[in-house]
Nanobody, 127 residues
Framework: QVQLVESGGGLVQAGGSLRLSCAFS????????MAWIRQAPGKEREFVAASSWSDGYEYYADSVKGRFTISRDDATTTVFLDANSLQPEDTAVYYCAAQSWGCSGSGCYDLNEYDFWGQGTQVTVFS
């Protein structure tokens, strides 16, 4: 069974940076597309970024493009989210998610396509 454990969240001033990590275990890491999804208080879960082996692309929400970067380390089976120029509207619980057999195009943005989810890590940005 796939297990995902996030870490790296915290309290940061606007304009600051954080690096979130997600440790993957329980299956073959390279077979999965990995994504970060967030949920702000009182709002629905929102796609942030995804990385897929199947097409070699990275996908980003418009709201984070140019500020956030997703990366993956197959050797340590870890996926990262480098979040820069953080703003109060980035405050949310950030979840790591995995999609079996990769993804491409619109499938990478569809939260219903992700099979496994972590417990989340809180990011709070204050101004």
């Amino acid at each position: 069974q796939v297990q995902l454990v996030e870490s790296g969240g915290g309290l940061v001033q606007a304009g600051g940076s954080l690096r979130l990590s997600c440790a993957f275990s329980g299956s073959t890491f390279s077979r999965y597309a990995m994504a970060w999804i967030r949920q702000a208080p009182g709002k629905e879960r929102e796609f942030v970024a995804a990385s897929s082996w199947s097409d070699g692309y990275e996908y980003y929400a418009d709201s984070v493009k140019g500020r956030f970067t997703i990366s993956r380390d197959d050797a340590t089976t870890t996926v990262f989210l480098d979040a820069n120029s953080l703003q109060p509207e980035d405050t949310a619980v950030y979840y790591c998610a995995a999609q079996s057999w990769g993804c491409s195009g619109s499938g990478c943005y569809d939260l219903n396509e992700y099979d496994f989810w972590g417990q989340g890590t809180q990011v709070t940005v204050f101004s």
